[in-house]
Protein backbone atom coordinates (compact mmCIF):
# COMPACT_ATOMS: atom_id res chain seq x y z
CA UNK A 1 0.00 0.00 0.00
CA UNK A 2 1.58 3.49 -0.95
CA UNK A 3 0.93 5.32 1.93
CA UNK A 4 2.52 8.52 0.68
CA UNK A 5 -0.35 8.68 -2.36
CA UNK A 6 -2.94 8.20 0.87
CA UNK A 7 -1.80 11.28 2.42
CA UNK A 8 -2.04 13.65 -0.55
CA UNK A 9 -5.79 13.30 -0.22
CA UNK A 10 -5.31 16.12 2.38
CA UNK A 11 -1.77 17.83 1.25
CA UNK A 12 -2.17 21.09 -0.10
CA UNK A 13 1.04 22.45 -1.18
CA UNK A 14 1.37 26.53 -0.07
CA UNK A 15 1.86 27.51 -3.11
CA UNK A 16 -1.71 26.31 -4.03
CA UNK A 17 -2.79 29.17 -1.38
CA UNK A 18 -1.54 31.82 -3.24
CA UNK A 19 -3.39 33.86 -5.78
CA UNK A 20 -3.25 31.65 -9.48
CA UNK A 21 -1.71 34.52 -11.24
CA UNK A 22 1.26 34.43 -9.47
CA UNK A 23 0.74 38.33 -8.10
CA UNK A 24 1.64 36.72 -4.32
CA UNK A 25 -1.20 37.65 -2.68
CA UNK A 26 -3.52 34.73 -1.23
CA UNK A 27 -6.40 33.56 -3.90
CA UNK A 28 -9.47 31.77 -2.70
CA UNK A 29 -12.06 29.54 -3.86
CA UNK A 30 -14.34 32.40 -4.27
CA UNK A 31 -12.76 34.27 -6.53
CA UNK A 32 -11.75 31.31 -9.07
CA UNK A 33 -8.57 31.27 -7.00
CA UNK A 34 -7.42 35.30 -7.76
CA UNK A 35 -6.96 36.62 -4.96
CA UNK A 36 -9.27 39.61 -4.38
CA UNK A 37 -7.04 41.98 -6.58
CA UNK A 38 -6.62 39.98 -9.69
CA UNK A 39 -10.32 38.82 -9.28
CA UNK A 40 -11.56 42.37 -9.24
CA UNK A 41 -9.31 42.96 -12.60
CA UNK A 42 -10.78 39.98 -14.29
CA UNK A 43 -13.94 40.34 -12.81
CA UNK A 44 -14.19 44.54 -14.92
CA UNK A 45 -12.27 43.40 -17.58
CA UNK A 46 -14.98 41.02 -18.56
CA UNK A 47 -17.39 43.45 -17.72
CA UNK A 48 -15.69 46.23 -19.69
CA UNK A 49 -16.21 43.89 -22.49
CA UNK A 50 -19.67 43.00 -22.41
CA UNK A 51 -20.14 47.01 -21.74
CA UNK A 52 -17.89 47.25 -25.32
CA UNK A 53 -19.88 44.45 -27.19
CA UNK A 54 -23.00 46.44 -26.23
CA UNK A 55 -21.86 49.72 -27.31
CA UNK A 56 -20.37 48.10 -30.60
CA UNK A 57 -23.90 47.03 -31.06
CA UNK A 58 -25.90 50.19 -30.23
CA UNK A 59 -23.78 52.25 -32.38
CA UNK A 60 -23.79 49.87 -35.10
CA UNK A 61 -27.76 49.63 -34.75
CA UNK A 62 -27.67 53.41 -34.63
CA UNK A 63 -25.75 53.97 -37.49
CA UNK A 64 -28.09 52.35 -39.41
CA UNK A 65 -30.94 54.02 -38.34
CA UNK A 66 -29.21 57.20 -39.39
CA UNK A 67 -28.27 55.84 -42.78
CA UNK A 68 -31.87 54.93 -43.66
CA UNK A 69 -32.77 58.25 -42.24
CA UNK A 70 -30.11 60.05 -44.72
CA UNK A 71 -31.70 58.03 -47.74
CA UNK A 72 -34.94 58.56 -47.13
CA UNK A 73 -34.33 62.26 -46.50
CA UNK A 74 -32.60 62.55 -50.22
CA UNK A 75 -34.85 60.42 -52.06
CA UNK A 76 -37.63 62.54 -50.07
CA UNK A 77 -35.47 65.89 -51.46
CA UNK A 78 -36.38 67.26 -48.74
CA UNK A 79 -33.13 70.04 -49.66
CA UNK A 80 -34.07 72.52 -47.21
CA UNK A 81 -31.52 70.91 -44.41
CA UNK A 82 -28.28 72.03 -45.55
CA UNK A 83 -25.41 69.56 -44.34
CA UNK A 84 -24.05 71.76 -41.69
CA UNK A 85 -27.87 71.58 -40.45
CA UNK A 86 -27.78 67.76 -40.74
CA UNK A 87 -24.30 67.42 -39.10
CA UNK A 88 -25.45 69.30 -36.04
CA UNK A 89 -28.95 67.15 -36.27
CA UNK A 90 -26.63 64.13 -36.03
CA UNK A 91 -24.55 65.14 -33.81
CA UNK A 92 -27.13 66.10 -31.13
CA UNK A 93 -28.83 62.84 -31.87
CA UNK A 94 -25.48 60.43 -31.49
CA UNK A 95 -25.29 62.92 -27.84
CA UNK A 96 -29.09 61.50 -26.71
CA UNK A 97 -28.69 58.04 -27.84
CA UNK A 98 -25.18 57.83 -26.30
CA UNK A 99 -25.89 59.46 -23.13
CA UNK A 100 -29.22 57.25 -23.31
CA UNK A 101 -27.48 53.78 -24.19
CA UNK A 102 -24.98 55.00 -21.48
CA UNK A 103 -27.54 55.20 -18.73
CA UNK A 104 -29.00 52.07 -19.60
CA UNK A 105 -25.85 50.14 -19.12
CA UNK A 106 -24.66 52.02 -15.88
CA UNK A 107 -28.03 52.29 -13.94
CA UNK A 108 -25.79 51.10 -11.51
CA UNK A 109 -22.42 52.12 -12.19
CA UNK A 110 -20.86 54.93 -9.73
CA UNK A 111 -21.53 57.83 -11.53
CA UNK A 112 -25.62 57.24 -11.71
CA UNK A 113 -26.02 55.22 -8.84
CA UNK A 114 -24.00 58.21 -7.51
CA UNK A 115 -26.39 61.28 -8.90
CA UNK A 116 -29.54 59.17 -7.82
CA UNK A 117 -28.34 58.45 -4.16
CA UNK A 118 -27.26 62.02 -3.68
CA UNK A 119 -30.55 63.81 -4.67
CA UNK A 120 -32.09 61.07 -2.74
CA UNK A 121 -29.72 62.26 0.18
CA UNK A 122 -31.13 65.67 -0.04
CA UNK A 123 -34.61 64.60 0.22
CA UNK A 124 -33.99 62.20 2.96
CA UNK A 125 -31.96 64.70 5.14
CA UNK A 126 -34.95 67.02 4.72
CA UNK A 127 -37.67 64.04 5.97
CA UNK A 128 -35.06 63.18 8.13
CA UNK A 129 -35.38 66.67 9.58
CA UNK A 130 -39.34 66.63 9.39
CA UNK A 131 -39.00 63.37 11.22
CA UNK A 132 -37.35 64.75 13.89
CA UNK A 133 -35.84 61.13 14.13
CA UNK A 134 -33.89 60.16 17.13
CA UNK A 135 -30.83 59.50 16.72
CA UNK A 136 -27.51 59.23 18.59
CA UNK A 137 -25.43 60.58 16.02
CA UNK A 138 -27.06 63.95 15.87
CA UNK A 139 -27.20 63.99 19.79
CA UNK A 140 -24.04 63.36 19.74
CA UNK A 141 -23.36 66.06 16.77
CA UNK A 142 -22.59 69.28 19.37
CA UNK A 143 -19.10 67.88 20.54
CA UNK A 144 -18.11 68.35 16.62
CA UNK A 145 -16.99 71.25 14.39
CA UNK A 146 -19.40 72.95 12.63
CA UNK A 147 -19.32 70.74 9.74
CA UNK A 148 -20.25 67.84 11.10
CA UNK A 149 -23.75 69.01 11.58
CA UNK A 150 -24.57 69.05 8.18
CA UNK A 151 -24.87 65.71 8.59
CA UNK A 152 -28.15 63.81 8.52
CA UNK A 153 -29.53 60.52 9.63
CA UNK A 154 -29.30 57.66 7.36
CA UNK A 155 -32.80 55.75 6.09
CA UNK A 156 -31.26 52.90 7.45
CA UNK A 157 -31.20 54.80 10.77
CA UNK A 158 -34.46 56.58 10.12
CA UNK A 159 -35.86 52.90 9.54
CA UNK A 160 -34.11 51.53 12.38
CA UNK A 161 -35.57 54.29 14.79
CA UNK A 162 -38.65 54.06 13.34
CA UNK A 163 -38.95 49.96 13.48
CA UNK A 164 -41.03 48.74 16.73
CA UNK A 165 -38.13 47.43 18.41
CA UNK A 166 -38.04 44.00 20.26
CA UNK A 167 -35.53 42.79 22.57
CA UNK A 168 -33.05 41.37 20.50
CA UNK A 169 -33.54 44.27 17.87
CA UNK A 170 -32.81 46.50 20.95
CA UNK A 171 -29.81 44.98 22.07
CA UNK A 172 -28.24 45.39 18.41
CA UNK A 173 -29.38 48.74 17.80
CA UNK A 174 -27.59 49.67 21.52
CA UNK A 175 -25.08 47.78 19.68
CA UNK A 176 -24.85 49.75 17.06
CA UNK A 177 -25.11 52.85 18.73
CA UNK A 178 -22.21 52.07 21.10
CA UNK A 179 -20.09 51.58 17.87
CA UNK A 180 -21.13 54.91 16.40
CA UNK A 181 -20.06 56.38 19.39
CA UNK A 182 -16.63 54.71 19.46
CA UNK A 183 -16.24 55.80 15.56
CA UNK A 184 -16.94 59.15 16.82
CA UNK A 185 -14.35 59.27 19.18
CA UNK A 186 -12.11 57.62 17.61
CA UNK A 187 -12.04 60.16 14.23
CA UNK A 188 -11.88 62.94 16.48
CA UNK A 189 -8.21 61.91 16.76
CA UNK A 190 -7.88 62.07 13.35
CA UNK A 191 -9.09 65.94 12.81
CA UNK A 192 -9.93 67.19 9.18
CA UNK A 193 -9.67 63.80 7.27
CA UNK A 194 -11.67 62.22 10.62
CA UNK A 195 -14.52 64.55 9.41
CA UNK A 196 -14.10 63.56 5.62
CA UNK A 197 -14.12 59.86 6.58
CA UNK A 198 -17.30 60.57 8.51
CA UNK A 199 -19.32 62.01 5.85
CA UNK A 200 -18.02 59.32 3.19
CA UNK A 201 -19.52 56.53 5.37
CA UNK A 202 -22.34 58.28 5.85
CA UNK A 203 -22.68 58.86 1.93
CA UNK A 204 -21.88 55.21 1.61
CA UNK A 205 -24.56 54.22 3.91
CA UNK A 206 -26.78 56.01 1.84
CA UNK A 207 -25.77 54.94 -1.16
CA UNK A 208 -25.82 51.21 -0.08
CA UNK A 209 -29.58 51.99 0.82
CA UNK A 210 -30.43 52.00 -2.50
CA UNK A 211 -28.63 50.00 -3.66
CA UNK A 212 -30.56 47.04 -1.88
CA UNK A 213 -32.08 45.62 -5.01
CA UNK A 214 -28.61 45.22 -6.72
CA UNK A 215 -27.01 41.87 -7.16
CA UNK A 216 -24.81 40.96 -3.88
CA UNK A 217 -21.94 40.77 -5.96
CA UNK A 218 -22.57 44.75 -7.21
CA UNK A 219 -23.24 45.32 -3.63
CA UNK A 220 -20.19 43.76 -2.95
CA UNK A 221 -18.16 45.46 -5.52
CA UNK A 222 -19.34 49.11 -4.04
CA UNK A 223 -18.12 48.19 -0.80
CA UNK A 224 -14.64 46.90 -1.99
CA UNK A 225 -14.95 50.19 -4.07
CA UNK A 226 -15.11 52.53 -1.15
CA UNK A 227 -12.34 51.01 1.04
CA UNK A 228 -10.53 51.35 -1.58
CA UNK A 229 -11.36 55.31 -2.42
CA UNK A 230 -11.43 56.04 1.33
CA UNK A 231 -7.97 54.42 2.32
CA UNK A 232 -6.21 56.24 -1.69
CA UNK A 233 -7.65 59.52 -0.33
CA UNK A 234 -6.26 58.87 3.35
CA UNK A 235 -3.17 58.70 2.21
CA UNK A 236 -2.66 61.03 -1.21
CA UNK A 237 -4.86 63.93 -0.19
CA UNK A 238 -4.81 63.77 3.31
CA UNK A 239 -1.09 62.97 4.04
CA UNK A 240 -1.97 60.21 6.73
CA UNK A 241 0.50 57.72 7.48
CA UNK A 242 0.51 53.87 6.34
CA UNK A 243 -0.62 52.52 9.81
CA UNK A 244 -3.19 55.54 10.59
CA UNK A 245 -4.40 54.42 7.31
CA UNK A 246 -5.12 51.22 8.50
CA UNK A 247 -6.21 52.08 11.79
CA UNK A 248 -8.99 53.73 10.50
CA UNK A 249 -9.89 51.47 7.42
CA UNK A 250 -10.29 48.69 11.04
CA UNK A 251 -12.97 51.24 12.35
CA UNK A 252 -14.26 52.09 8.99
CA UNK A 253 -14.87 48.67 8.46
CA UNK A 254 -16.34 47.71 12.09
CA UNK A 255 -18.72 51.13 11.65
CA UNK A 256 -20.30 50.24 8.23
CA UNK A 257 -20.57 46.59 8.61
CA UNK A 258 -22.16 46.88 11.74
CA UNK A 259 -24.97 48.95 9.80
CA UNK A 260 -25.04 46.74 6.51
CA UNK A 261 -24.69 43.04 8.47
CA UNK A 262 -28.70 42.82 8.50
CA UNK A 263 -28.71 43.65 4.85
CA UNK A 264 -26.25 41.56 3.26
CA UNK A 265 -25.29 38.64 5.43
CA UNK A 266 -27.05 35.71 4.20
CA UNK A 267 -29.07 37.38 2.16
CA UNK A 268 -32.11 36.02 0.73
CA UNK A 269 -31.15 36.92 -3.20
CA UNK A 270 -28.50 34.22 -2.82
CA UNK A 271 -27.94 30.50 -2.19
CA UNK A 272 -25.92 31.17 0.79
CA UNK A 273 -27.97 29.22 2.74
CA UNK A 274 -28.85 26.72 0.50
CA UNK A 275 -25.04 25.98 1.00
CA UNK A 276 -25.29 26.35 4.72
CA UNK A 277 -27.27 23.58 5.26
CA UNK A 278 -25.65 21.16 2.73
CA UNK A 279 -22.33 21.98 4.28
CA UNK A 280 -23.66 21.28 7.58
CA UNK A 281 -25.13 18.35 6.53
CA UNK A 282 -22.62 17.30 4.77
CA UNK A 283 -20.80 17.59 8.03
CA UNK A 284 -23.24 15.60 10.52
CA UNK A 285 -22.51 12.80 7.73
CA UNK A 286 -19.00 12.43 8.55
CA UNK A 287 -19.21 12.53 12.14
CA UNK A 288 -17.68 9.06 12.66
CA UNK A 289 -14.25 10.61 10.76
CA UNK A 290 -11.11 10.30 13.74
CA UNK A 291 -8.12 12.26 14.08
CA UNK A 292 -6.13 8.86 12.91
CA UNK A 293 -8.04 8.86 9.38
CA UNK A 294 -7.24 12.52 8.70
CA UNK A 295 -3.40 12.19 9.99
CA UNK A 296 -3.97 14.99 12.76
CA UNK A 297 -1.29 15.42 15.05
CA UNK A 298 -3.35 16.17 18.36
CA UNK A 299 -3.67 13.59 21.32
CA UNK A 300 -6.76 15.16 22.87
CA UNK A 301 -5.45 12.49 25.81
CA UNK A 302 -3.43 15.29 26.85
CA UNK A 303 -5.66 17.35 28.93
CA UNK A 304 -3.92 20.78 27.67
CA UNK A 305 -4.34 19.54 23.89
CA UNK A 306 -7.81 18.84 24.63
CA UNK A 307 -7.94 22.12 25.89
CA UNK A 308 -6.68 23.71 23.15
CA UNK A 309 -9.13 21.84 21.16
CA UNK A 310 -12.03 22.89 22.82
CA UNK A 311 -11.08 26.57 22.72
CA UNK A 312 -10.21 25.87 18.92
CA UNK A 313 -13.78 24.28 18.21
CA UNK A 314 -15.29 27.47 20.55
CA UNK A 315 -13.61 30.20 18.41
CA UNK A 316 -14.83 28.80 15.17
CA UNK A 317 -18.24 28.69 16.50
CA UNK A 318 -18.17 32.12 17.65
CA UNK A 319 -17.28 33.41 14.42
CA UNK A 320 -20.90 33.63 13.78
CA UNK A 321 -21.88 35.87 16.44
CA UNK A 322 -19.88 38.88 15.54
CA UNK A 323 -21.20 41.13 12.84
CA UNK A 324 -17.95 43.13 11.56
CA UNK A 325 -15.94 40.99 9.01
CA UNK A 326 -12.45 41.69 10.42
CA UNK A 327 -13.93 40.53 14.01
CA UNK A 328 -14.83 37.20 11.98
CA UNK A 329 -11.25 36.91 10.63
CA UNK A 330 -9.82 36.99 14.20
CA UNK A 331 -11.83 34.29 15.54
CA UNK A 332 -10.51 32.07 12.20
CA UNK A 333 -7.21 33.70 13.57
CA UNK A 334 -7.76 32.41 17.42
CA UNK A 335 -9.21 29.37 16.56
CA UNK A 336 -6.02 28.58 13.93
CA UNK A 337 -3.49 29.61 16.87
CA UNK A 338 -5.14 27.16 19.40
CA UNK A 339 -4.63 24.40 16.94
CA UNK A 340 -0.88 25.31 16.60
CA UNK A 341 -0.43 25.04 19.89
CA UNK A 342 -2.39 21.92 20.05
CA UNK A 343 0.08 20.42 17.77
CA UNK A 344 2.76 21.76 18.83
CA UNK A 345 2.24 20.74 22.84
CA UNK A 346 0.85 17.18 21.29
CA UNK A 347 4.20 16.67 19.25
CA UNK A 348 6.55 18.91 21.13
CA UNK A 349 8.06 20.76 18.16
CA UNK A 350 6.70 23.53 16.28
CA UNK A 351 3.49 22.82 13.67
CA UNK A 352 3.88 22.51 10.12
CA UNK A 353 1.87 23.70 7.70
CA UNK A 354 0.92 20.48 6.54
CA UNK A 355 -0.29 19.62 10.11
CA UNK A 356 -2.23 22.52 10.31
CA UNK A 357 -4.17 22.20 7.33
CA UNK A 358 -5.92 18.63 8.68
CA UNK A 359 -6.18 19.64 12.07
CA UNK A 360 -8.00 22.51 10.90
CA UNK A 361 -10.68 20.51 8.95
CA UNK A 362 -11.02 18.25 11.90
CA UNK A 363 -11.89 20.96 13.94
CA UNK A 364 -14.65 22.38 11.30
CA UNK A 365 -16.02 18.56 11.26
CA UNK A 366 -16.17 18.23 15.31
CA UNK A 367 -17.75 22.04 15.94
CA UNK A 368 -19.74 22.53 12.77
CA UNK A 369 -19.46 26.30 12.50
CA UNK A 370 -22.95 27.72 12.30
CA UNK A 371 -23.51 29.00 8.55
CA UNK A 372 -20.03 28.78 7.57
CA UNK A 373 -20.96 29.03 3.82
CA UNK A 374 -22.61 32.24 4.66
CA UNK A 375 -19.58 33.49 7.00
CA UNK A 376 -16.96 32.91 4.49
CA UNK A 377 -19.31 34.53 1.44
CA UNK A 378 -19.91 37.79 3.56
CA UNK A 379 -16.40 38.03 4.82
CA UNK A 380 -15.21 37.57 1.46
CA UNK A 381 -17.72 40.28 -0.24
CA UNK A 382 -17.43 43.05 2.96
CA UNK A 383 -14.25 42.73 4.10
CA UNK A 384 -11.25 45.21 3.47
CA UNK A 385 -9.44 43.27 0.83
CA UNK A 386 -5.97 43.79 2.34
CA UNK A 387 -6.86 41.78 5.12
CA UNK A 388 -7.70 38.75 2.92
CA UNK A 389 -4.66 39.19 0.83
CA UNK A 390 -1.74 39.58 3.16
CA UNK A 391 -1.16 38.84 6.84
CA UNK A 392 -1.81 36.25 9.03
CA UNK A 393 -5.62 36.62 8.75
CA UNK A 394 -5.32 36.04 4.97
CA UNK A 395 -3.51 33.22 5.57
CA UNK A 396 -5.44 31.47 8.06
CA UNK A 397 -8.83 32.82 5.94
CA UNK A 398 -7.61 30.80 3.32
CA UNK A 399 -6.93 27.89 4.94
CA UNK A 400 -10.62 27.84 6.69
CA UNK A 401 -11.89 28.01 2.79
CA UNK A 402 -9.12 24.83 2.26
CA UNK A 403 -11.01 23.00 4.57
CA UNK A 404 -14.74 23.86 3.90
CA UNK A 405 -13.41 22.51 0.05
CA UNK A 406 -11.73 19.27 1.38
CA UNK A 407 -14.40 18.37 3.34
CA UNK A 408 -17.17 18.95 0.60
CA UNK A 409 -14.57 16.22 -1.38
CA UNK A 410 -13.53 13.91 1.44
CA UNK A 411 -13.51 10.53 -0.13
CA UNK A 412 -12.24 6.82 1.31
CA UNK A 413 -9.07 7.66 0.16
CA UNK A 414 -8.31 11.25 1.84
CA UNK A 415 -9.20 9.28 4.97
CA UNK A 416 -6.89 6.57 4.28
CA UNK A 417 -9.73 4.29 4.06
CA UNK A 418 -11.09 1.46 1.72
CA UNK A 419 -14.18 2.57 -0.52
CA UNK A 420 -16.05 -0.69 1.50
CA UNK A 421 -15.51 1.06 4.75
CA UNK A 422 -15.32 4.50 3.50
CA UNK A 423 -19.48 3.87 2.08
CA UNK A 424 -20.52 1.50 5.09
CA UNK A 425 -19.71 4.93 7.87
CA UNK A 426 -21.52 7.71 5.03
CA UNK A 427 -24.18 5.01 5.44
CA UNK A 428 -24.57 5.06 9.08
CA UNK A 429 -24.24 1.07 8.67
CA UNK A 430 -21.46 0.85 10.98
CA UNK A 431 -18.80 3.06 12.48
CA UNK A 432 -15.45 3.09 13.12
CA UNK A 433 -14.13 0.87 16.17
CA UNK A 434 -12.85 2.07 18.86
CA UNK A 435 -9.23 0.83 18.62
CA UNK A 436 -6.03 1.09 21.19
CA UNK A 437 -4.63 2.46 17.97
CA UNK A 438 -6.99 5.03 18.30
CA UNK A 439 -5.14 7.10 20.58
CA UNK A 440 -2.31 9.34 18.85
CA UNK A 441 1.17 8.07 18.82
CA UNK A 442 4.58 9.23 17.22
CA UNK A 443 3.34 6.09 14.42
CA UNK A 444 0.96 7.94 13.21
CA UNK A 445 4.11 10.90 12.10
CA UNK A 446 5.25 7.98 10.12
CA UNK A 447 2.12 6.36 8.75
CA UNK A 448 0.72 9.94 7.45
CA UNK A 449 4.07 11.51 6.38
CA UNK A 450 4.58 12.40 2.84
ZN1 LIG B 1 -3.49 38.21 -7.47
Redesign the pocket.
Known amino acids: MNLKSERRGIHVDQSELL?K?G?G?YGNPAWQG??S??WREEYHKARQKQIQEDWELAERLQREEEEAYASSQSTQGAQSLTFSKFEEKKTNEKTRKVTTVKKFFTASSRTGAKKVAQEKIIKQGQLGRERNADNILRDLKEIFTPSWELASPTEAEIQEAKAPSPSINRQVSIETDRVSKEFIEFLKTYHKPGQDIYKQCKLFLDTMNHKKDLSIEEQSECAQDFYQNVAEKLQTRWKVSPEKVEKAMDQIEKFIMTRQYKYVFCPETTDDEKKDLAVQKRIRALHWVTPQMLCVPVNEEIPEVSDMVVKAITDIIEMDSKRVPRDKLACITKCSKHIFNAIKITKNEPASADDFLPTLIYIVLKGNPPRLQSNIQYITRFCNPSRLMTGEDGYYFTNLCCAVAFIEKLDAQSLNLSQEDFDRYMSGQTSPKKQESDSWSPDIKDHCSE
Open positions: CKCYFCKC
